[in-house]
């Protein structure tokens, strides 16, 4: 055994990110039930910063990457330390990698209600915040892998690999699906379009729930559920098979964010078999943690962490199952677009990374601040109103989720859609709506009792910023004959890291080169033509707004969808659209086919008050689109970037494109002039340029049409 | 049931199969190394989360 030194663990940082996950989490939960309520009020979306479209990607990018993101970076700190026996590798980097993480969020919570948004869904954030986000990134694993380097221990315990997977494979992910060409200093569009942006997206998308609020949870699940439970995990070798297992699966499932869309049907069918294949890792891991509590049963009875726990681990096994069967083909052809997804998503949430950090923050802070828990009683109750809100959370939306999607696809025995105004199956689940809004509630005000318990714990200790330890130095490991190559991937960080990267990156590569390469994947279609100048500009109001939260622009070949909405949609149709706007969810109609549906000034009325033109509609009006001045200032600058991006504009039009944009602009406002519409200098408003855009979508295979799309 | 669901997730192709027996090497192989070790090094890997510190309970730090 090597000398016995002295040294500090550094509590302090952890106790930063702790406050920091509390905090985030009190603000991102507050504005999901803003939003739980808006969906049903349209009268609470008060101005256009605060609409339902705006708030939803700050509710989700909140919630994922401030309070789960605080959350694992506090428990990565705290159990790093201790597993490898060394204080973190650098104060000064823990401190940067605290502040840049912070400020990060901050520059999220100033964009995304302003409407500066990439609308690729959990990767929001425009290219200045995401160049900062791989800077803060790379600060964590600079401070991790040194950590590693100079620790104590020689082997790295399950939670470490988990870490160290994480860390690699988010790397990836945010590079790959980020690379976007800026047209001005905040604004940008991604290098990939339609059917390719939408692969890669949802590659990324999904892989945010695998290695953001999966893989390092579940790295802090084998640390402190052990911690809680004194005692080991239940078999350690099921951790090993389950690392690998999960990590090589997870990273191919992407595609079942997209079935029965445009994408081709090999990467659909990878994305269902990785992800059926994916119960068995998942399950063993939950399993494993679940039977750590062996002998200890009794203590769940009275000890609020442990019960946290076993909830937050079979909420995982729950959601874990309940994806691979949303991912078989004919489940999602009853799920998609509607509000299962969302309650499917929110036990996986609410459930595991919810009660799980909070768990870890009732066993933590008492220990930070070497004291006692200030009231077991309310911890109790915390308990049972965040379970209770998770059941009124998610099961109006299972039944919400179901009822729309019989109705969406009810014939009538003439062979006619029995419920052909989508409005019908929006009211018809409202009520679910409201109980759903009382359940967010619920868990939220759970929520407000754990910050002042941990508060009055606080006050009651002292912050012990460095915790003395000592341990014996490392000592230089031997390697003995017959050493199998596994214990010495094991003991070596780099080969670790190494392994993990080539294991995600099979999957990833398999799944997305071929997408990229082969043009046969994406059938051109000769009348499929770049968007007008007007149209572009329309195009990024929609983007502005946050409408493809609520509308979908993807129509899935079924008969059901062909008849209320039209030609199911083909992938050539996507071909210059940067970003794809296939959206995820109808909690309005799908508007692929909507232009030419409706006149222009039914747009203008509807936009203004859309219960005008829909009684009962419960989508937000957008009185300001006819207030504001179109601004003209970047429409060059947008179509260069377009061209750059091989999208075919005629050489030398970005500066005759405003020219364009004018006279169609002028022809539209004609237009709504002759229906009435008197607003002065309608021309120049965004309105004109939104409806352009929504007039022109879906257009290019009409044959009426023609080729050339025009606004009238 | 199970040719059901190959069947309806459409042609699982070469990609899908190569992908699948990467999947089986790799699981394979691991579940092979890991019961090749030895019960004394499982332990010690066991329980490196709780000899950092004696009171590990949870319950400790609350008021009874």
């Known amino acids: ?712 | 049931m199970f040719k059901h669901i190959i069947n309806s997730s459409g042609n699982v192709n070469w990609m899908a199969i190569l992908a699948l027996l990467t999947f089986m090497f790799i699981f394979v192989i691991s579940i092979v190394l890991i019961f090749r070790k030895d019960k004394k090094y499982l332990d010690h890997m066991a329980h490196l989360p709780l000899d950092d510190d004696e009171d590990s309970y949870s319950s400790t730090t609350l008021k009874q």
């Open chain 1, 1 to 712: 055994m090597g000398k016995i030194e002295q040294f500090n663990y550094d509590n302090g940082i952890v106790r930063n990110f702790a406050v920091a996950t509390a905090i985030w989490g009190l603000v991102g939960m507050l504005v999901g039930v803003l939003i739980a309520f808006q969906i049903f009020t349209p009268g609470l979306n008060m101005g256009p910063e605060l609409t339902f479209g705006r708030l939803r990607p700050l509710h989700t990018n909140a919630a994922i990457f401030a309070f789960v993101g605080n959350g694992i970076f506090m428990g990565v700190y705290y159990s790093l330390q201790r597993l490898l026996k060394t204080r973190m590798f650098s104060d000064m980097l823990s401190k940067i990698h605290f502040w840049g993480w912070q400020l990060i969020i901050v520059s999220a919570a100033l964009t995304l209600p302003f409407g500066i948004t990439s609308a690729k869904e959990y990767a929001e954030l425009e290219w200045p915040i995401d160049i900062a986000i791989a800077l803060v990134w790379i600060v964590f694993g600079l401070n991790m892998f040194g950590t590693i380097l100079k620790r104590r221990e020689n082997h790295l315990y399950v939670a470490i690999w988990f870490y160290i997977a994480t860390w690699i494979t988010v790397t990836v992910l945010h590079v790959v699906n980020n690379l976007e060409y800026p047209w001005s200093w905040i604004k940008s569009y991604p290098v990939f379009a339609g059917v390719q942006d939408a692969l890669v997206q949802w590659w990324y998308g999904h892989n945010a729930v695998a290695f953001f609020l999966t893989t390092p949870y579940l790295g802090l699940m084998y640390y402190f559920m052990p911690k809680a439970a004194n005692r080991p995990v239940y078999s350690y070798k099921l951790s090993i098979v389950h690392f690998w297992a999960l990590i090589f699966i997870y990273i191919w499932a992407g595609p079942h964010h997209l079935l029965y869309t445009s994408l081709p049907d090999w990467a659909q069918s990878l994305g269902t078999v990785f992800s059926i294949m994916l119960i068995a890792p998942s399950w063993g891991g939950m399993l494993n943690g679940l039977l750590t509590l062996r002998g200890a049963w009794d203590r769940v009875r009275d000890d609020p962490i442990l019960k946290m726990m076993v909830v937050a681990v079979a909420a995982y096994g729950m959601s874990t199952f309940e994806g691979p069967m949303l991912s078989i083909k004919s489940i999602n052809a009853i799920s998609h677009y509607t509000d299962w997804t969302i309650g499917h998503v929110h036990i996986g949430t609410l459930g595991w990374n919810g009660l799980l950090t909070f768990g870890i923050l009732y066993w933590l802070i008492p220990r930070l601040y070497n004291t006692k828990l200030h009231s077991v009683k309310m911890a109790n109750a915390h308990f049972w109103i965040s379970t209770l809100g998770i059941v009124f959370y998610a099961l109006p939306l299972y039944w919400a989720g179901w009822t729309q999607s019989l109705m969406w696809k009810q014939f009538t025995p003439e062979g006619f859609l029995q419920y052909g105004s989508f409005l019908e199956t929006v009211t018809q689940i409202i009520p679910m709506y409201m109980i759903r809004a009382f359940g967010g509630t619920l868990y939220f005000s759970g929520v407000i009792l754990m910050l002042i318990n941990l508060w009055k714990t606080a006050k009651s200790g002292h912050l012990i910023a460095n915790e003395a330890a000592e341990a014996p130095a490392r000592e230089e490991y031997v390697a003995h004959a017959g050493e199998y190559w596994h214990k010495w991937i094991e003991r070596k960080p780099i080969q670790m890291l190494i392994a993990s990267a080539i294991l995600i990156l099979i999957g990833g590569m398999v799944e997305i080169i071929p997408m990229l390469t082969i043009g046969s994947n994406i059938p051109k279609i000769a009348s499929v033509k770049p968007y007008t100048p007007l149209e572009l500009q329309g195009r990024d109001i929609y983007i502005r707004e946050g409408c493809l939260g609520c509308h979908s622009q993807m129509i899935r070949p079924f008969r059901s969808e062909t008849e209320r909405y039209g030609e199911y949609s083909k992938s050539g149709e996507f071909v210059y659209d940067h970003p794809f706007l296939w959206g995820s969810k109808r909690t309005g109609p799908d508007l692929q086919r909507e232009g030419g549906k409706y006149p222009d000034s039914w747009h203008y009325y509807h936009m203004m008050d859309p219960e005008s033109m829909s009684a009962g509609s419960i989508m937000p009006p957008y009185p300001w689109l006819a207030r504001r001045d179109l601004d003209l200032t970047y429409t060059a600058a947008k179509i260069k970037t377009l061209q750059s991006l091989g999208v075919p504009y005629p050489k030398g039009y970005a500066e005759k494109a405003n020219d364009d944009l004018i006279k169609q602009a002028q022809d539209i406002a004609a237009s709504l002039k002759k229906d009435g519409i008197e607003t002065e200098n309608l021309a120049t408003k965004e309105i004109v340029a939104l409806i352009a855009y929504l007039q022109r979508l879906g257009t290019d295979i009409k044959p009426s049409t023609g080729a050339v799309p025009t606004s009238n």
